[in-house]
């Protein structure tokens, strides 16, 4: 297992060299001019030429390349264009409410999604199973936004439960995080519950018509035991698979949820780096999210060992 | 699940939650906090090298000017305790109020204010011209400088009141130093406010504290001149991206102020009696058409006044505004509430005429080569103007191929001279805000002087030498004169087309009173109960 966790980790590495080569390359193609957007509307062409050498964006694309490898292997993210800020600390202001947001949602949507899915797969062609389904059809139809708006109406202007905005750590008390966290997650979660329930549904469908199953239900199993003993754990893979993705996907690209809520987080940076062409952000940015997605893939690898016995690295 | 997966699962869910907890901040709360979104979230610190109007709010809230001009766009004096003219009208002698700090404790000086103007003159395009028509700049003591001009003129005072474009904030020597075109990443002013840097984000908040070592003036407030007094502990600047949160974070009381008010969203807070809606910049914004005079058909004269026969301000206004509370048609290139106004060329910038434009088209002989209209399609601002201009002028014979884009795409392909099929432009659309573009100096849009003109590089010798005698005339009658015959030249050479002028409301809640009406918005004089 620990050769194999190596072996991953080590093929990781060509990945983030392509994805730094990449993401960089297509930052320079894209039209835009970071200094023009620093200097403004008067800025003369002297001037604009003049900042674009104060932030290295004069010299050659190679050496600009190597800059900023050489820099990355030092550790060192590199600096705002336009605020200045290394761009480590603006990573890490803007970490936590991604990590709340995605934590909060993937166990709200686990807690829920699952045992709804467990229970559509029990119930199939029934009622329960029908509404189940069309419930998630909803759920992924519904834009976020929608959703957002229609809980900050309701629970926010009209009962006054939870804020319209904003987002307080932890370091500022519990119930306040909790309140500030919770819109957004009843939000994001009705998505991944939909998908999430779905799957779990259609992997305990195809288990429950295994001959293993029928040995336990011969055995005097009762249906619960049946159910979340045997069928859900032999149809956990595909499930955990798509946690995490979830989670991968959580991580960076909630920016509508982050932006009706105005939660600071990552999703919201990488847009607004974008749109302002800060060059060291985005790719600092990018490069961070090619490395959550590796890593999440590695546990979901990982995770199935212990759903299933069966796989051996 | 396993023990091992359970303790792992409780490891993880712990070093998570930590990880939220601990990349917040705790601060103790002040008595008094305004809570206020403003129209961007700042980024860039330097209200110096960047023209972008978070940055010069925020250069207003920590620095200072030596000039500032009134409600009434008088020039008052303000870091200075008076300037005086030499009997030739050549030198001025500007003298600095006593007792006057920077954050950190030092004193201001007149070396200070020499080199903060110095670096100021590079970037600005005003200041650039004071410098060209300055013969010597010097101290004279720890609280005096002087300024010589070449020749007769107030044009030194006019430049250092300048309120906003890039208005000549003062800074320590140290810090004024750096170069121009390299940006200064602290905030240590004189000003009313003093920066917390511990606790800005770039993107997200930036808060300002009271400065209790400031001495502001003894007269009332008025306009960004007089007595900067702060009545509130602190003011946090948050940024939020959307609009209709923003509106409903003021609606339930969780800010206190709201910049600008998006005019969809208008009757919304309208109802509410808790909150009150003022337009507090009075002089507002207008919006432009530019066009390219480097390639066809623009290259044209004649082209060029068809289009600007078939654009009409009322469809642009009511396209991009749709109250007419907050909008008026208007001729005046230099604001129609402005000393500089004049309806020289109205016959052509108020009312789309698309005969008379047919008509100059086929005088000019048009081709039909395609007028490419750089649409931004990510800033409500300015993503309406170019579909208005782009209709009208297909109703008026044009050929019309809009590109969309983002807002930095445009800011980058203006600036590009190529031919417009080659990245170039033909066309596009912005806004002034009035305060900066008040008079012929003031407003780069009008400078005429070829390649190094705005983008559209308009070449006519004639309006920058009205330019350079405007910048010379002392008497006020002779400056509206030439303001006057700058305009029309300007609309004959279609230079620039004003589109009308609105006005973007301000809202905050009834626990906020004292907001200043100014073209900056300032929270000096605010307080909250």
Redesign the interface.
Known sequence: MIAFVLKRMAAALPVMVVVAAVVFAILRLT???PA??????????E??E??R??LGLDKPVYQQFLHWIGQLLSGDLGT?L????PVLE?V??????S??LC?STIIVAIVVAIPLGVLAAWRQGKLLDRAVMALSVLGFSIPVFVTA?VL?LTL??GA?WF????Y?????GLWP?LRSITLPTLALSSVYIALIARITRTSVIEVMNEDFIRTARAKGLNERGVLLGHALRNAAVPIVTIIGVGIAMLIGGVVVTE????L?GLG??VV?AV???DYPVIQALILLFALVYVLINLVVDVSYT?FDPRIRY | MSKAMSSFTHAALAASLLACGLVGSVHAQAKTTVNAVMHAPLRVLDPIITTAHITRNHGYMVYDTLLATDKDNQIRPQMLQDWKASADGRTYTFKLRAGLKWHDGGAVTAEDCVASIKRWATQDKMGQLMTSEMADMKVVDVSTFTITMKEASDLAVRALAKPSGVAPFMMPKRIAETPPTQAITTAIGSGPFKFVAAEFKPGVQVVYEKNTDYVPRSESASGLAGGKKVLVDRVKWIATPDAMTSVNALVNGEIDYLEQLPFDLEPIVRANKDIAIKVLDPQGYQTVMRMNHLHAPFNNKKIREAAMYAVGQEPVLQAMIGNKQYFKPCAALFGCDSAYASQEGADVTIKANPKKAQELLKEAGYDGTPVVILQPTDTPSVNTQPVVIGQALRAAGFKVEMQAMDWQTVVTRRANQALPKEGGWNIFATNNVMAEASDPLRAFGVAANGKGAWFGWPDVPEIERLRIEFSRTGEEAKRKQLAGQIQKLVIAEGVLLPMGQYYVPAAYRNSISGALEAPVPVFWNVQKK
């Open positions: 039209p835009g001019d023009a957007i620093l200097a403004g509307d008067s800025a003369t062409p001037q604009l003049a900042i050498q104060n705002s336009l605020s200045g800020t603006m890490v202001q803007r970490m936590g409410p990590i709340a934590l708006y900050i926010s202007l006054g804020p319209v905005q904003g307080k750590p932890l370091s500022e995080f932006s009706v809520f105005n600071p919201r940076l607004e749109l302002a062409r212990i």
